[in-house]
């Protein structure tokens, strides 16, 4: 089983900055790609970012040129840094793990708050 625990959520004021961290630990088969997707209240979940074992990222175009994913290979840690916050940025942000074995995990979620 695998766990992923995130942090660094809150609230912020628009154009301001929030960075997140997502852990996993337990039972990793083999990290094919980490990532970050939000769910806003009424809406589907989306894809934020995403970053593959090899380094290759992805952004949501909402969040191009704001948003940085990174990652840390050795702690299976995966970060999210969040610049130029907007209002519509306020989600919760939910960490993604996808194994080669095609197993997917997900955090808990975290709240990030963007006041106007």
């Known amino acids: 089983q695998v766990r992923l625990v995130e942090s660094g959520g809150g609230l912020v004021q628009a154009g301001g900055s929030l960075s997140l961290s997502c852990a996993a630990s337990g039972s990793i088969f083999s990290i094919n790609a980490m990532g970050w997707y939000r769910q806003a209240p009424g809406k589907q979940r989306e894809l934020v970012a995403s970053?593959?074992?090899?380094?290759?990222?992805n952004y949501a175009g909402s969040v191009k040129g704001r948003f940085t994913i990174s990652r840390d290979a050795a702690k299976n840690t995966v970060y999210l840094q969040m610049n130029s916050l907007k209002p519509e940025d306020t989600a919760v942000y939910y960490c993604n793990l996808h194994e080669f074995n095609k197993r997917t995990s997900w955090g808990q979620g975290i709240q990030v708050t963007v006041s106007s």
């Open positions: 970053i593959t074992s090899n380094g290759n990222t």
